[in-house]
Structure formats: structure tokens, C-alpha cells
């Protein structure tokens, strides 16, 4: 059984607890305040209890939430003030709902698109409402916006077609197409047609039929515009879009909920659904911030709880005292509560970013909990008197964890002059939180350790079984440095290959829905987001500008409110003129045909049957008339329900593709007083100013053909915004503001030390293990591929102000002359603090989250190597400490 000291020797009361000249007058003045505390405990925590929940109702009352993502940059920026200037010209343009219908044929998405688009301009929900790609003015001029060759081709389809139209528009039945099929076989087997003519036709219908004839499946009409044209419709064909500005709520997490969920039900009450051939999706800003919100917000709130878990464990491990660990687990509560309050107070809205305030709090300030229970621990292992120990504990750590605090705060304190407001306001709450937080555990948490009646240590609090580690590290010091040194300059050289990823669709969720779907309207040039928005002070400067820029080889198309002025209007308007000079009376027969019953159905498409088996030759296989007939057949003999879907799949397109073709038909020259005022309005400002808008030519998802797209557009246009300029631009002054915090954090947390410590090597022992920590972190993420990026950059600053705490302890130790820094209670702290806080950070990996989980994977990372810095590094830099006490020094 161990000797215990006896505990009124003078090593363990006198003033080598104070030996340092620079921590005495902190040494003395936290002696006071423990003491003070411990004897009035129970008046202590009265008032920790009152001030508690005066904390926590200024939080719920007064804290409120802004998700407002274009306010976490300052306004002053000259990219900002671009853009902002640019959104008051074109407010309708910013803040949307991009509303993507897909429906099975074109005809069925254009109907779907047309009925939801009325719906939802009667919500008040919607401040603006409209169409890009369709309406009046596009059902009647859409031709002529197309080259001429395909105008032409077009025309060509509906002439050849002209037979088929004619008799349907007159009996628009399963009864009509059958008695259609069947006239026009007669012309083949005179002679006067050809099979090759109608074959597109026949394997347009049998698809049809075979695609229905289950009728648990939903519904795939048949799509008269392809059959009419010739041309299988592509992804384009099927796809419409709708524009819809909500009002938003920005003092919810998802300020657009409302909207978007108006949106899914009026598409749900108007049948709009898969089972019945539409798909509505919904992405855009909007969408895209409330999913990514929802997902952070449920991300932290997980993290938050395994956070908690995970300290509460490691913290009974390293204070092996529930009773002690309950205490710093209150103490943290307060510390919290009031760190809330104070941001309640002076921002009184937390941004996306300084959100994490409470993961952060809880991260480092359990630190300062650690830190005096284990030293205490230490000290009552060694003094039987708990009084004596509590003030032996504060003498010894109580500077150390003032000039921790203070380190950390100016961490924090550096991010202010940013202008990344998000980040800034993060750092004044952080920074002010870990005073509050050292406050604390200097008040509250001896009063509670008071009460809770503590009983002696039996055992020593040190790690022991290091004294081998210790030894090696004192007597291969230089080899140790020399190791060190070498993977220092190793890690330099990887530096210029740190990879920043700009692109804030990457920290995303991808299996959400708006991100999968912006994910994939980027794949087509023509429904890419990123593009790039120029104001230009007349149209005609417009005009001229999109005529240069279409010329550079990164863009693909630059668009005007003059394009929508077709070219080659004349030849275009004779090609469609004749066209209706041939086909315009059968659109419109002067009588039309009642409905057929099914007796009258069954009749007809059977006699079509054997008309069409008449004119396959003998021996011919797999003709399409064959394989029509045999379907016509099969629906003859089925049930009067399934003859009535048959001919609802056929039919049910016909009626608004013969009024499509009497619009197309009757195009008229169109000049600028033609053009829809929703359509001029969106491209020209009341002012007369003019926007154009660049396409990216490649990858639009690609960052590096963004980063060359945008710098190539601004040799013409350098004042361009839009979303390609918004995120590098966001990027630099990230990144710069990050670069401008960690300057200012290194040189902050240098005077601090210096003014502290007052020796320029005990200053260099302190930084470099902090220095070397973030190395190795930078050199890490270049090894695996983990790239920088606006969610995990935040972890880098906060090295410096987690770092420093750990190093000042040992560092102080060091001047006080305690030897073997592994052995020490001080070393069981740092190595749980690092644990309590890895785990507070780590626990973000959690988050479904990927900007949320990158951080908090870099956090991880960044912690692993301090830990290893601060314990194998460390030891070796400061050496046997110089100062030699006549008593031996207490364990520390």
C-alpha cells in the first residue's frame, strides 16, 4: 500500500504551487474564488439554478433562428453587391420553386403542367407564377423558333400524316382509328399507298395497347405528337417546368414548407401522380435550403444525443466518480444555458452556421470540467483534507485554465473582422462561451464537488505505465524533434496539393429529392442552373453582348429577350402556311361522329384486324400489321372496361394535339409587341436594363469547366453574377476568411502567450505541436482525398483555440519544474478531454448530412493528430524542466 503524504507538508501548501511569478496573481485569485464557492456551496447553486433558468427562458423567448443562406456573407462585398442589384431588377428570379413535371407522352406533361400552373396561381402561397418553356405564345410560335430544316421536316410529317387526321378529327373513337387503319389498307392494297408509310404508325398503336393491357398498371396514353412528327419524343419532349416564388417564412428551419407542400397536394388532388403517368418534383433554392436545413437540423439533434452519450461515458472513465461526472455534466448544462442567452442578447438570431455554437460548447468546454476534476482527483489522492486539495487543485490549474479560456476565445474573436458573417457570428458566441464556460467550472462545479461529499482517492491518477514513454522521449529527444522535423517538411511539400471543392451541391444529401433532380437537369445543357447572368443597360447592348459571348469557346449559347424573335420568320411562316393550306380543312370536318358503344368498337377494330392481315405478304414474320391485328383482337375480346381503357389510351391525347396543330398552323410574324409581357418582363427591367443569360459549354456539375466558364465570360463582362460567380466568389471570401482568422488567431493567441508567459521559447514550445497538428491534418486529407470544402474549412481555425489549451498545460506544468509529463494526472486530462471532445465532433460523422459529416470527420482527424502532438512531440520539445524547487513539486 502506497505512503500517503502527509498533508500539511510544504510542497503540497507552500508556494511552489505558486512557484511561477507569472501565475501567482492568477494562482491566488482562483484560490479565492474556489474557496469562496466551496464554503458558500449551497447559496452557489440557489443562485446557478436562478440564473440557470433565467437563461433558459431568455433562450426559448428571445433566440430565434434565421435560415436566410444569402445573409451569411456581408453585403459589402462587390460580388454581393452585384448580385444583390442584379435581384432587384429581376426580383421574380431569386428564391424559386422549380416545379419538374415528367408525364409518359408530351401531350400528357404539357396538360399536367397547364392545369397545376393555373391551381397554384390562385394560392396566395405564390408571388409569381409562370411557365419558361410553354403558354399561349409558345403553343402558336414555339415552330418558329426551330431551324428551318426541321420546321420543314416537321411540315413534311404532318402532310404525310394528313389522311390519318382527317378521319379521326370526324370520329375521334377506337371506332374512328379502326375505320381509319382499315381506309387507308385499301389504298395499299390498290396500290395508291405504301405499307412503309403507316408502319411507324401500326408500331406506335400495338406499343400503346401492350403497354396497357394490365390494368393494375397506370396508364401510358399514346403520344400523337411523336406519331404525327415521326419522332420518338426525348427526355426534353416529356419534361415541362413552372417557376413559382413563395412567400417565405424565414423564422422557420424550412422556410418554404408551406409552399412546397401546397404543391404536392394540389398536384395529388389534380391526379398528378406516378399511377397515372406524371411524376412532380420539386428543387430549386428553396427546396434545396429547406431539405438541406431539415437535414442538418435532424443531423445535430442525433449528434447532439450521441454527443451527450459519449461524453457522460468517457467522462465516468476518466473521473471514475459518477457523482464527479454528474457534476461537470450540470455544470456544462449552465454553461450552455447561459452561452445561449448571451447570443439571445447580442444576435439574437442564429445563423446556419452559428447554430453549432451548442456542439461546439460542448466539445471544449467539458475540457475545462476535466481538467480541474482530474487535478483535484491528483491532489486528494495525495491530501487527505478536501478543502486542502480544492484549493491546492485551483492554485495549480486554475491559471492554466484562465489562459486556456483566453487562447481559445481569441481562436474564436479572430473570425470577426471576416466577412463571412456566418462564421463571425459563430466566433463572438463561441469565444464569449468559453469564458462563461471557465466561469463555471470555477464556481459552480467546486460547489457541486462540495456537496456531493467526495471521498478520498485511493489509487494514483496518472498514467504510470507511460514512465517507460516518458524516459524514451527525454533521452531520445533529438531523434524524436529530428522524426518530427522531417514529416513537417514532408507534409509542407503535399500543401500545394490541397484540393477546395466549391461546389455546394457536394455537401449535400444526394438522395434527396431536389438535389437527385438538380443533380440531373444539370446533365442537359439546355436545363442547367449554372448559368451566368449579365445586366446590360438597353436590350440592344443585350442583343450585342450574347452575340460575343455565344463566340466563346467555354460557352454554349448566350440568351436575350431578342432571341425569342425568330429568325428566318418569312421562309418558316410560307413552309407552315402551305401546310395548313393542305391539312388545315381536316383539322376541322364539319360534322362530327356521336360515341360508338362497345358492341360498335368491337366490330370495327376486328374488321381492322382482318384488313390488316390482308396486306402482309405470305410468309412475311413479325410485320407490324400483324402484330396490331392480334391485338385488336385480343382487346375485341376482352371485358367492356379494358375496350374503354384501350380506347382512353389512344384517344385521350387526340383532342388537344388537333387544337396543338390549329395553333402551330396559324402562326403569324412575331415582333417585340408580340412577346408575352410575363416573358418580357423576366429578361427586361422596368429601368430598360437588360439581362442575358450564358450557358456553360461541358460538364455543368464540373468544377473545373465552372472555374474556366466564369473567368472566361468575365474578359467580356466582368461584372457577371449568377450562380457559377456566386460560388467561386462565396469560395475566395470563404477561404479568405479563414486564412485572415487563422492569422489572426496565431498572432492573437501569440501576444497572449507572451504577455503570459513572458519567454519567447516557452511561446514557440507552445505553438508548434499546434502548428504540427495542422500539418499533418492538411497533409491528411490531401492523402485520402478528402477535399476542402465550406462545411469542414471551420475545422482548421478551431485547432488553434482546441490545441493551445492542451499545450499551456503541460507548458505551465513545465515551468513549474514538474517533471514526467506522461506520468501526470495533467496527461490523463488532456488524453479524456481529447476523447470527450473527438466524440462531441466526431458524432457529426453521424449526420446524414455530407457538409455536416465532412466536418465532422476533419474535426476527428484534427484531434487525433493533436492529441499526438500534444503527448509524443511535447515531451521531447521541452525537456527536463529547468526550474529545480527546494520541496518536490506535487503531481500535477
Given at each position: 500500500?502506497?505512503k500517503r503524504?502527509?498533508p500539511?507538508a510544504p ?7 505558486k ?13 479565492a474564488?474556489?474557496?469562496w464557492?466551496s464554503?458558500n456551496?449551497w ?5 446557478a439554478?436562478?440564473?440557470?433558468s ?5 433562450s426559448v423567448?428571445?433566440?430565434?433562428i ?5 445573409r ?13 442589384a442584379f435581384?432587384k431588377?429581376?426580383p421574380?428570379?431569386?428564391d424559386l420553386?422549380a ?21 397554384l ?5 405564390f408571388t409569381?407564377v409562370v411557365?419558361?418553356?410553354g ?5 402558336r410560335?414555339?415552330?418558329?423558333l426551330l431551324?428551318v430544316?426541321?420546321?420543314q421536316?416537321l ?9 390519318l ?13 379502326a375505320n381509319t ?5 385499301e389504298g395499299?392494297?390498290r ?9 411507324p404508325?401500326l408500331t ?9 393491357l394490365?390494368p ?5 396514353p ?10 420518338k ?8 417546368f413552372i ?14 414548407k ?25 428543387t430549386g ?6 431539405e438541406?436545413?431539415a437535414?442538418?437540423?435532424q443531423?445535430?439533434g442525433?449528434?447532439?444525443?450521441v ?21 461537470i455534466l ?7 444555458l447561459a452561452?445561449?442567452?448571451?447570443a ?8 446556419l452556421?452559428?447554430?453549432?455554437f451548442a ?6 468546454a467539458?475540457?475545462f ?6 487535478r483535484?482527483?491528483t491532489q486528494?489522492?495525495?491530501i ?5 486539495a480544492l484549493d491546492?487543485?485551483?492554485?495549480l490549474v486554475?491559471?492554466a485554465l484562465?489562459?486556456?479560456?483566453l487562447?481559445a476565445?481569441?481562436g ?16 463572438i458566441?463561441?469565444g464569449?462561451g468559453?469564458?462563461?464556460a471557465?466561469?463555471?467550472?470555477l ?7 462540495t456537496?456531493m461529499r467526495?471521498?478520498p482517492e ?14 524514451f522521449?527525454?533521452?531520445?529527444r533529438?531523434?524524436?524533434?529530428g522524426?518530427t522535423?522531417?514529416l513537417g517538411?514532408g507534409t509542407?511539400v503535399l500543401?500545394?496539393r490541397l ?6 451541391l457536394n455537401l449535400?444529401d444526394?438522395?434527396?429529392?431536389a438535389?437527385s433532380?438538380?443533380?440531373e ?5 439546355d ?22 459571348l455565344?463566340?466563346?469557346p467555354?460557352?454554349?449559347r448566350?440568351?436575350?429577350l ?5 429568325e428566318?420568320?418569312?421562309?418558316k ?5 402551305d401546310t ?10 364539319p360534322d ?5 358503344d362497345?358492341?360498335a368498337?368491337?366490330?370495327?377494330i376486328?374488321?381492322s384486324?382482318?384488313?390488316?392481315r390482308a396486306v402482309?405478304?405470305a410468309?412475311?414474320?413479325d410485320?407490324?400489321?400483324?402484330r396490331l391485328?392480334?391485338?385488336?383482337e ?8 379494358m375496350l374503354d381503357?384501350i ?7 387526340l383532342?388537344?394535339?388537333?387544337r396543338?396543330?390549329?395553333l402551330v398552323l ?5 415582333t ?7 416573358l418580357v418582363r ?5 429601368d ?6 450564358v450557358?456553360?459549354?461541358g460538364d455543368?456539375n464540373?468544377n473545373?469547366?465552372?472555374r ?13 453574377t449568377?450562380t457559377?460567380v456566386?460560388i467561386?466568389e462565396?469560395?475566395?471570401?470563404i477561404v ?10 496565431t ?9 503570459t508567459l ?5 511561446v ?12 499533418f491534418?492538411?497533409?491528411t ?5 478528402m ?11 478551431l485547432?488553434?483555440?482546441i ?6 498545460y503541460f507548458v ?16 490523463r486530462?488532456i488524453?479524456?478531454s481529447?476523447l470527450t ?7 457529426l460523422i453521424?449526420?446524414s448530412h455530407?457538409?455536416t ?14 492529441l499526438?502532438c ?8 521541452l ?5 529545480r ?5 506535487p503531481?500535477?
Open positions: 500500500m502506497s503524504p502527509n500539511t510542497e503540497l501548501t507552500g508556494p511552489n504551487l512557484g511561477d511569478d507569472v501565475a501567482r496573481p492568477m494562482s491566488e485569485f482562483t484560490a474564488v474556489v474557496g464557492c464554503r456551496a447559496l452557489v447553486i440557489a443562485l439554478i436562478l440564473a440557470g433565467g437563461f433558459g427562458w431568455v423567448n428571445r433566440l430565434s434565421d435560415t436566410d443562406t444569402d451569411l456573407l456581408s453585403e459589402k462585398l462587390p460580388w454581393r453587391q452585384r448580385e444583390i435581384d431588377e429581376f421574380q428570379n431569386s420553386i416545379v419538374v413535371v415528367n408525364g409518359s407522352t408530351p401531350e400528357q406533361a404539357e396538360s399536367a403542367t397547364a392545369a397545376l400552373t393555373g391551381k396561381k390562385e394560392s396566395p402561397l409569381s411557365r419558361p418553356d403558354g399561349p405564345f409558345f403553343d410560335n414555339g415552330l418558329l431551324p430544316a426541321e420546321v421536316n411540315a413534311d410529317s404532318m402532310i404525310k400524316a394528313q389522311g387526321i382527317g378521319n379521326i378529327a370526324a370520329d375521334p373513337s377506337l371506332r374512328g382509328l387503319l382499315s381506309l387507308f389498307l395499299v392494297k396500290g395508291d399507298a405504301r405499307r412503309s408509310d403507316i408502319a404508325a406506335a398503336i400495338s406499343g400503346a395497347i401492350e403497354d396497357n394490365d393494375a398498371k397506370p396508364l401510358r399514346l403520344s400523337w405528337q411523336s406519331m404525327l412528327t415521326g419522332r419524343p426525348s427526355p426534353t419532349d416529356l419534361q415541362r417557376q413559382a416564388k413563395p412567400v417565405l417564412d424565414f423564422s422557420s428551419l424550412t422556410p418554404g408551406a409552399a412546397t407542400d401546397f404543391i404536392r397536394k394540389t398536384a395529388a388532388d389534380l391526379g398528378l401522380a406516378p399511377a397515372n403517368g406524371v411524376t412532380i418534383k420539386l433554392d428553396v427546396p434545396l435550403n429547406d438541406q436545413f437535414t442538418v437540423s443531423g445535430l442525433v449528434s447532439m444525443v454527443a451527450m452519450t459519449l461524453v457522460a461515458l468517457l467522462l465516468y472513465g476518466a473521473l471514475r466518480s459518477v457523482r464527479m461526472a454528474l457534476a450540470a455544470t456544462l448544462v449552465i454553461g450552455l452561452t445561449a442567452a448571451f439571445a442578447l447580442a444576435v439574437g438570431t442564429l445563423n452556421i452559428s447554430v453549432a456542439i461546439l460548447f460542448v466539445g471544449i467539458v475540457d470540467g476535466i481538467q480541474f476534476s482530474v483535484y482527483r486528494r489522492h495525495r487527505d483534507d478536501f478543502r486542502k491546492a487543485t485551483a492554485h486554475g491559471p484562465i489562459l486556456a479560456a487562447a476565445s481569441s474564436f474573436f479572430s473570425f470577426l473582422p471576416t466577412a463571412y458573417r456566418g462564421v463571425s457570428e459563430l466566433g458566441i463561441a464569449v468559453m469564458m462563461i471557465v466561469f463555471f467550472n464556481t459552480v462545479l467546486p460547489a457541486l464537488m456537496v467526495l471521498g485511493p489509487r494514483p491518477v496518472g498514467f504510470s505505465v507511460l514512465a517507460g514513454l516518458d524516459d522521449l527525454l533521452r531520445r533529438r531523434l524524436v524533434l522524426i522535423a522531417v517538411v509542407i500543401l500545394p484540393n477546395f471543392d466549391f461546389n455546394p449535400m444526394p438522395h434527396t429529392e438535389v433532380v438538380m443533380l437537369l444539370m446533365k442537359n445543357p436545363t442547367t442552373p449554372n448559368t451566368i447572368d449579365i445586366l446590360a443597360p438597353t436590350l440592344d447592348e443585350a442583343g450585342k453582348l450574347a452575340d460575343r455565344a463566340k466563346l467555354e460557352v454554349s448566350a440568351v436575350s431578342l432571341s425569342y424573335i425568330p428566318d420568320q418569312p421562309e411562316l410560307e413552309i407552315l402556311h395548313a393550306s393542305l391539312i388545315g380543312p381536316t383539322l376541322d370536318p362530327i361522329q356521336p360515341p360508338p362497345a358492341a368498337m368491337r366490330s370495327t376486328l374488321k384486324a382482318t384488313a390488316l402482309v405478304p410468309g412475311e414474320k410485320a407490324p400489321e400483324q391485328a392480334s391485338l385488336f385480343k382487346v375485341a375480346a376482352s371485358s367492356d372496361a381503357r380506347q382512353n389510351v389512344l384517344l385521350s391525347g383532342t388537344n394535339q388537333l396543338q396543330l390549329r396559324s402562326a403569324t410574324p412575331v417585340m409587341a408580340d412577346l408575352p409581357p410575363d423576366s429578361w427586361v427591367a422596368p430598360g436594363k437588360a439581362r442575358v443569360v450557358f456553360p459549354a455543368a464540373n473545373d469547366v465552372l474556366r466558364f466564369v473567368a472566361a465570360v468575365r474578359t467580356i463582362a466582368p461584372d457577371a449568377g457559377p456566386s467561386q462565396s469560395s475566395h471570401t479568405n476568411a479563414f486564412l485572415t482568422a487563422g492569422i489572426l488567431a498572432l492573437g493567441i501569440t501576444i497572449l502567450l507572451t504577455l513572458r519567454r519567447f521559447y516557452d514557440l514550445v507552445a505553438l508548434v505541436p499546434l502548428l504540427l497538428a495542422a500539418l491534418t492538411l497533409a486529407t490531401v492523402i485520402i482525398g477535399p476542402l470544402n465550406f462545411a469542414n474549412i471551420i475545422a482548421l481555425p485547432l488553434l483555440g490545441g493551445v489549451a492542451f499545450d499551456i505551465m506544468n513545465w515551468r513549474a519544474g514538474r517533471p514526467n509529463p506522461l506520468q501526470s494526472g495533467t496527461a486530462a488524453v479524456f481529447t471532445t473527438a466524440s462531441a465532433f466526431g458524432s453521424l449526420s455530407p457538409g459529416s465532412e466536418m465532422g470527420r476533419l474535426l476527428s482527424i484534427e484531434m487525433f493528430y493533436t499526438v500534444v503527448l509524443l512531440v511535447m515531451p521531447s520539445l525537456g527536463t524542466p529547468k526550474r524547487l527546494l520541496h518536490r513539486v503531481e500535477a
